[in-house]
C-alpha cells in the first residue's frame, strides 16, 4: 500500500511522550509499506534535542528519508512568532474552531497534501491529530484514518476540572467542550480511528457510537530500555518526562513540594533525579537549595540514571492516553510508585508490577516499602519488565498497525 503519514509534528528525535510514538509507528509501518510523511515542525519539540532548529530539521529529515519516500516539513503556524500562539488562542475564543484546530491551519500546507495525492493517489491517508481533520476535506478517493494520541476533549474537561485560576478554567472548559463537538462532526468522517488504549477507545465509543475505533497501544523499544547489569543504589527516586508539558510540570512540583519535604528529615541519604527539558524555576530554586534534590534537565543518555534508580515515581493524575515513560521504566525493571491515572491504559496490576499511590503519604508508604523490602521490590521489577515485553514491543505494534491499515483499506474498497 501507499501511505501518506500527515502529522502535526516531526517525528524525529525517538526521545520523550508523542515523538516517540510517532516515530516508531512511522518506522515500522515503512517496513511493510510506501510511506511518505508530511508534517509541521514544531520549534518547541526540536530544540532541546539540538543546537538549533535548523540543525534538527536537517538531521530529522535525513532519519525520516532513510525510512519513508517524499519528506516535506512546514513551519507551524503558531511558531511564526511570539505573539501567534497567544493571538490564536484569543482569536479561538470568537471563531468558529477552538484552538485545537486554528493552530494548525495553513493553506500552504493543505495545498501540499492535495497536491501530492493528486500526482500519485495514496492508497490511505492517516492524520495524526484531530487538530489535522480539517485537511481531510480536500482529498477524496482514498481510505482515511485518524490518530488520537489522547481523548483531547476528556484532557481539557479533567483539566479544567483541576485548574484552581477560574479564568483558566472556564477557558479550558469551553476548549474542551467546543473540541467534543468537533470529535462528534470528524470521527465518523474517517474509516478508522486509532486511540493508545482500550480505556480511549472506549471514552469515544460512549459519546460517538457512529465512528470505528481501534486501539493501537503505546510502545517501547524493549531492546534499549532493559535492566541494566549493576544493583540500583539504597535510596534513589527519579521521574523523567518533558517538564513544560503540563501533566509533568504539574506532577514534578506535587513530587517536589508535597511527597519530598515527607521523605527528606526521614531519609538523609536518600536522592531524588529529576531528568527533563525545560523544568519549571521553582524545581531549579529547590535544587540550587537540596543538594539532594537534583534537576538535571534534558540528558541524552538515560541508562545510568535509570540503572542507578531504586524507584520510579510517577505521580501524573492529569492529561490523557497513555504514558510512555511508565513503559521505558517497566521495560529497564524499575519499580514504579504511580498514581492511578498515571497507569490508565497501560493494563497494570498494583502490588504485582506497580504500586499505586494517590496522596502524599500514600507516595511516602510505596517509596519506603520498596527501599526496605528487597524482595518486594526486585519482584516488582521481575514483573514490570515482563509486562513491557508481553504487551507493548514496538515491533508488534507497528506490525497490527500495518496489518489494521490493509484490512481497513480492503473494507473500504468494497
Given at each position: 500500500?501507499?501511505?501518506?503519514?500527515?502529522?502535526?509534528?516531526?517525528?524525529?528525535?525517538?526521545?520523550?511522550?508523542?515523538?516517540?510514538?510517532?516515530?516508531?509507528?512511522?518506522?515500522?509501518?515503512?517496513?511493510?509499506?510506501?510511506?511518505?510523511?508530511?508534517?509541521?515542525?514544531?520549534?518547541?519539540?526540536?530544540?532541546?534535542?539540538?543546537?538549533?532548529?535548523?540543525?534538527?530539521?536537517?538531521?530529522?529529515?535525513?532519519?525520516?528519508?532513510?525510512?519513508?519516500?517524499?519528506?516535506?516539513?512546514?513551519?507551524?503556524?503558531?511558531?511564526?512568532?511570539?505573539?501567534?500562539?497567544?493571538?490564536?488562542?484569543?482569536?479561538?475564543?470568537?471563531?468558529?474552531?477552538?484552538?485545537?484546530?486554528?493552530?494548525?491551519?495553513?493553506?500552504?500546507?493543505?495545498?501540499?497534501?492535495?497536491?501530492?495525492?493528486?500526482?500519485?493517489?495514496?492508497?490511505?491517508?492517516?492524520?495524526?491529530?484531530?487538530?489535522?481533520?480539517?485537511?481531510?476535506?480536500?482529498?477524496?478517493?482514498?481510505?482515511?484514518?485518524?490518530?488520537?494520541?489522547?481523548?483531547?476533549?476528556?484532557?481539557?474537561?479533567?483539566?479544567?476540572?483541576?485548574?484552581?485560576?477560574?479564568?483558566?478554567?472556564?477557558?479550558?472548559?469551553?476548549?474542551?467542550?467546543?473540541?467534543?463537538?468537533?470529535?462528534?462532526?470528524?470521527?465518523?468522517?474517517?474509516?478508522?480511528?486509532?486511540?493508545?488504549?482500550?480505556?480511549?477507545?472506549?471514552?469515544?465509543?460512549?459519546?460517538?457510537?457512529?465512528?470505528?475505533?481501534?486501539?493501537?497501544?503505546?510502545?517501547?523499544?524493549?531492546?534499549?530500555?532493559?535492566?541494566?547489569?549493576?544493583?540500583?543504589?539504597?535510596?534513589?527516586?527519579?521521574?523523567?518526562?518533558?517538564?513544560?508539558?503540563?501533566?509533568?510540570?504539574?506532577?514534578?512540583?506535587?513530587?517536589?513540594?508535597?511527597?519530598?519535604?515527607?521523605?527528606?528529615d526521614k531519609h538523609p541519604d536518600m536522592q531524588v533525579d529529576i531528568i527533563g527539558s525545560k523544568p519549571p524555576a521553582d524545581l531549579v530554586e529547590l535544587a540550587k537549595k537540596d543538594s539532594r534534590f537534583k534537576v538535571h534537565g534534558f540528558v541524552d543518555d538515560l541508562t545510568p540514571y535509570l540503572e542507578q534508580a531504586t524507584v520510579y515515581v510517577c505521580p501524573i493524575d492529569d492529561g490523557g492516553g497513555t504514558k510512555l515513560k511508565l513503559l521505558d521504566a517497566f521495560a529497564a525493571g524499575k519499580a514504579v510508585v504511580a498514581h492511578p491515572v498515571a497507569c490508565e491504559g497501560l493494563y497494570v496490576t498494583d502490588e504485582k508490577n506497580v504500586l499505586l499511590a494517590d496522596s502524599p503519604q500514600k507516595y511516602v508508604e510505596a517509596i519506603?516499602?520498596?527501599?526496605?523490602?528487597?524482595?518486594?521490590?526486585?519482584?516488582?521489577?521481575?514483573?514490570?519488565?515482563?509486562?513491557?515485553?508481553?504487551?507493548?514491543?514496538?515491533?508488534?505494534?507497528?506490525?497490527?498497525?500495518?496489518?489494521?491499515?490493509?484490512?481497513?483499506?480492503?473494507?473500504?474498497?468494497?
Amino acid at each position: 500500500m501507499r501511505i501518506l503519514w500527515v502529522s502535526h509534528l516531526v517525528p524525529n528525535p525517538p526521545k520523550a511522550g508523542v515523538l516517540l510514538r510517532s516515530h516508531y509507528l512511522v518506522k515500522e509501518l515503512a517496513k511493510h509499506h510506501e510511506v511518505d510523511l508530511l508534517a509541521f515542525s514544531q520549534k518547541g519539540l526540536l530544540a532541546p534535542y539540538f543546537n538549533s532548529v535548523e540543525e534538527g530539521l536537517e538531521k530529522s529529515k535525513e532519519v525520516l528519508e532513510s525510512m519513508c519516500g517524499k519528506v516535506e516539513f512546514f513551519e507551524c503556524p503558531v511558531d511564526k512568532s511570539k505573539f501567534s500562539k497567544i493571538w490564536c488562542a484569543l482569536y479561538s475564543l470568537v471563531s468558529a474552531h477552538p484552538y485545537n484546530i486554528n493552530w494548525l491551519k495553513s493553506s500552504a500546507f493543505g495545498e501540499c497534501l492535495e497536491r501530492w495525492h493528486k500526482e500519485n493517489p495514496y492508497d490511505l491517508i492517516h492524520f495524526d491529530t484531530i487538530s489535522l481533520a480539517p485537511y481531510a476535506a480536500g482529498v477524496s478517493n482514498t481510505t482515511l484514518a485518524l490518530d488520537h494520541h489522547n481523548v483531547e476533549s476528556h484532557m481539557l474537561i479533567r483539566r479544567a476540572g483541576l485548574e484552581s485560576n477560574w479564568l483558566k478554567k472556564l477557558y479550558f472548559w469551553q476548549e474542551g467542550k467546543r473540541l467534543e463537538a468537533l470529535e462528534k462532526k470528524y470521527c465518523p468522517q474517517f474509516q478508522t480511528n486509532i486511540t493508545c488504549s482500550d480505556l480511549d477507545s472506549e471514552r469515544f465509543e460512549s459519546f460517538i457510537p457512529a465512528a470505528n475505533f481501534k486501539t493501537i497501544p503505546n510502545g517501547v523499544d524493549t531492546e534499549f530500555f532493559k535492566p541494566g547489569n549493576n544493583l540500583p543504589a539504597a535510596k534513589r527516586l527519579i521521574f523523567i518526562g518533558t517538564l513544560d508539558w503540563y501533566p509533568n510540570t504539574r506532577a514534578v512540583q506535587y513530587l517536589a513540594h508535597k511527597v519530598w519535604p515527607l521523605l527528606k528529615d526521614k531519609h538523609p541519604d536518600m536522592q531524588v533525579d529529576i531528568i527533563g527539558s525545560k523544568p519549571p524555576a521553582d524545581l531549579v530554586e529547590l535544587a540550587k537549595k537540596d543538594s539532594r534534590f537534583k534537576v538535571h534537565g534534558f540528558v541524552d543518555d538515560l541508562t545510568p540514571y535509570l540503572e542507578q534508580a531504586t524507584v520510579y515515581v510517577c505521580p501524573i493524575d492529569d492529561g490523557g492516553g497513555t504514558k510512555l515513560k511508565l513503559l521505558d521504566a517497566f521495560a529497564a525493571g524499575k519499580a514504579v510508585v504511580a498514581h492511578p491515572v498515571a497507569c490508565e491504559g497501560l493494563y497494570v496490576t498494583d502490588e504485582k508490577n506497580v504500586l499505586l499511590a494517590d496522596s502524599p503519604q500514600k507516595y511516602v508508604e510505596a517509596i519506603e516499602r520498596l527501599i526496605s523490602d528487597n524482595t518486594l521490590r526486585q519482584q516488582i521489577e521481575k514483573n514490570a519488565r515482563q509486562h513491557a515485553v508481553d504487551n507493548f514491543s514496538f515491533a508488534s505494534i507497528g506490525k497490527q498497525l500495518a496489518d489494521h491499515y490493509m484490512q481497513i483499506n480492503a473494507d473500504h474498497k468494497r
